[in-house]
C-alpha cells in the first residue's frame, strides 16, 4: 500500500508513539501498532487501535490526569 501523505513510500508493520488530548488531559502512547511509512515515517493506526487509543484517553480525562505516558501493549 502506498503512504498518502509521501506518495512514493511503501506502507509496512511497526510501531508508532502518539500523543492524544482530551480537554486538559495529554496522553502520549509508545508502542502503538501501526503501518508506518518507509520514505517518510508516517504512521497510520486501524480503526481498532484508533477506538482503544480514544478509550483510554477518556477514562484517563475522567480520573483526573492531566499528563501520562503509557505504553501500548499494557493498556
Do not use: W
Request: glycine content about 10%.
Amino acid at each position: 500500500m502506498k503512504c498518502d501523505i509521501c506518495g512514493n513510500g511503501e506502507l509496512i508493520e511497526g510501531t508508532t508513539t502518539m500523543m492524544l488530548q482530551k480537554d486538559e488531559t495529554i496522553v502520549v502512547f509508545r508502542g502503538v501498532p501501526a503501518f508506518v511509512c518507509d520514505q517518510c515515517g508516517e504512521a497510520y493506526t486501524d480503526s481498532s487501535v484508533t477506538a482503544k487509543l480514544h478509550q483510554i484517553v477518556h477514562e484517563e480525562a475522567a480520573r483526573g490526569l492531566k499528563e501520562g505516558f503509557i505504553q501500548y501493549s499494557a493498556a
